[in-house]
T-cell receptor
């Protein structure tokens, strides 16, 4: 039973660039949520995707966008990268947007130079 | 808005000693509460959850937590800590959102160190 998988595991970018992170949900799950975890902090909710639509969004600027594909996998895109975007980006999946708990992947470590 | 407070940033215990990690939440309705553990370079692993019913919930790895509504607390306990329990622990509250969907709000975490 495959868990949540994320790629890549590490990424280094420079300010102003754009980045795409990918997530495959746990087998049988159809809802994907993205979180940003800055160093020494708890994860912060970015947005949630269900039925290929963004259903909920946290307090993040429009530079953060996403997509969900028919196979339930998801991408997180960040444009015009800032130094403050350096963080661990976690993907979580669940069966349905109202269901808990959410199962997490190991994350993508994004470093901005 | 909901919030979660973990007052202890770091805790050190000896192997074999008991452990209690504190968590206080602020949420208007009946909360969904969770404890997750994160090892270095890893994602979050669910230890246990509280949705309703029995206020003492059992989780994996010998952990348990007790929901106390009057104190708005959901403290995590383990009677005897193992060296492999050294990690960061996060308490979280699940919130249903207007229009459907849900999100988790996390505390800032407690780093557990285990002395041999």
């Amino acid at each position: 039973d495959a868990g949540v998988t994320q790629s890549p595991t590490h990424l280094i970018k420079t300010r102003g660039q754009q980045v795409t992170l990918r997530c495959s949900p746990k087998s049988g799950h159809d809802t994907v949520s993205w979180y940003q975890q800055a160093l020494g902090q708890g994860p912060q909710f970015i947005f949630q995707y269900y039925e290929e639509e963004e259903r909920q969004r946290g307090n993040f600027p429009d530079r953060f966008s996403g997509h969900q594909f028919p196979n339930y996998s998801s991408e997180l895109n960040v444009n015009a990268l800032l130094l403050g975007d350096s963080a661990l980006y976690l993907c979580a999946s669940s069966l349905g947007p109202l269901n808990q708990p959410q199962h997490f992947g190991d994350g993508t470590r994004l470093s901005i130079l | 808005a909901q919030s979660v407070t973990q007052p202890d940033i770091h805790i050190t215990v000896s192997e074999g000693a008991s452990l209690e990690l504190r968590c206080n939440y602020s949420y208007g309705a009946t909360p969904y509460l969770f404890w997750y553990v994160q090892s270095p370079g890893q994602g979050l692993q669910l230890l246990l959850k509280y949705f309703s019913g029995d206020t003492l919930v059992q989780g994996i790895k010998g952990f348990e937590a007790e929901f106390k509504r009057s104190q708005s607390s959901f403290n995590l306990r383990k009677p005897s800590v193992h060296w492999s329990d050294a990690a960061e622990y996060f308490c979280a509250v699940g919130e249903g959102l207007t229009g459907g969907g849900n999100k988790l709000t996390f505390g800032t975490g407690t780093q557990l160190k285990v002395e041999l």
